[in-house]
T-cell receptor, first 109, second 117 residues
Framework: TQLLEQSPQFLSIQEGENLTVYCNSSSVFSSLQWYRQEPGEGPVLLVTVVTGGEVKKLKRLTFQFGDARKDSSLHITAAQPGDTGLYLCAGGNQDQFYFGTGTSLTVIP | ETGVTQTPRHLVMGMTNKKSLKCEQHLGHNAMYWYKQSAKKPLELMFVYSLEERVENNSVPSRFSPECPNSSHLFLHLHTLQPEDSALYLC????????????????FGEGSRLTVL
């Protein structure tokens, strides 16, 4: 089993604040994805990173894949209530994806 | 609208019942997955099918039985479940497997919320 630990586990912030979520593992992955899941729904893919050191931006979200392809971070600028949800990272190897423990984000208006 | 459809969305069953969860993907993907999501736990991979062949069975109890009749459909047959099996069961598909130079991103259905009484 290849474990991915996310931190923090829970995060509650005011609208307009910035935040960073971390995803760490001792394993190397060929790709890493970030998903957001809203209550009662399945996770929805936000981004995929495949190259060590890669940085991708999606509007106010910035994703980075660690140089060694073992960790990743998600930074949200000026958080909005619509960003509320469970954020999951997932590392891909062979035929499996290994999911992180999740970060539950609440953005208070 | 999702390209992966799961039915039923909610299911309540007794411990002696037999039921099935259904998943259908309209994306032309080659791999399909069953995941279990319980409160305060990471998503647990249960089964993986690639080109209709089972490639992974992560020590799942035999009371869960998957079936993949073709590349678009995946079933999870449930029999003699326990209350601790209550969870959100998520189906997903990917164009390829997860590794190698291809990204193999997962597309999830909305899940089937199972309650075992």
């Amino acid at each position: 089993t290849q474990l991915l630990e996310q931190s923090p586990q829970f995060l509650s912030i005011q609208e307009g604040e910035n935040l960073t979520v971390y995803c760490n593992s001792s394993s190397v992955f060929s790709s890493l994805q970030w998903y957001r899941q809203e209550p009662g729904e399945g996770p929805v893919l936000l981004v995929t990173v495949v190259t060590g050191g890669e940085v991708k931006k999606l509007k106010r979200l910035t994703f980075q894949f660690g140089d060694a392809r073992k960790d990743s971070s998600l930074h949200i600028t000026a958080a909005q209530p619509g960003d509320t949800g469970l954020y999951l990272c997932a590392g891909g190897n062979q035929d499996q994806f290994y999911f992180g423990t999740g970060t539950s984000l609440t953005v208070i208006p | 609208e999702t390209g992966v459809t799961q039915t039923p969305r909610h299911l309540v069953m007794g411990m002696t019942n037999k039921k099935s969860l259904k998943c259908e993907q309209h994306l032309g993907h080659n791999a399909m997955y069953w995941y279990k999501q319980s409160a305060k736990k990471p998503l647990e991979l249960m089964f993986v099918y690639s080109l209709e062949e089972r490639v992974e069975n992560n020590s799942v109890p035999s009371r869960f039985s998957p079936e993949c009749p073709n590349s678009s459909h995946l079933f999870l047959h449930l029999h003699t479940l326990q209350p601790e099996d209550s969870a959100l069961y998520l189906c997903a598909s990917s164009l390829y497997g997860a590794g190698g130079p291809r990204t193999g991103e997962l597309f999830f259905g909305e899940g089937s919320r199972l309650t075992v009484l």
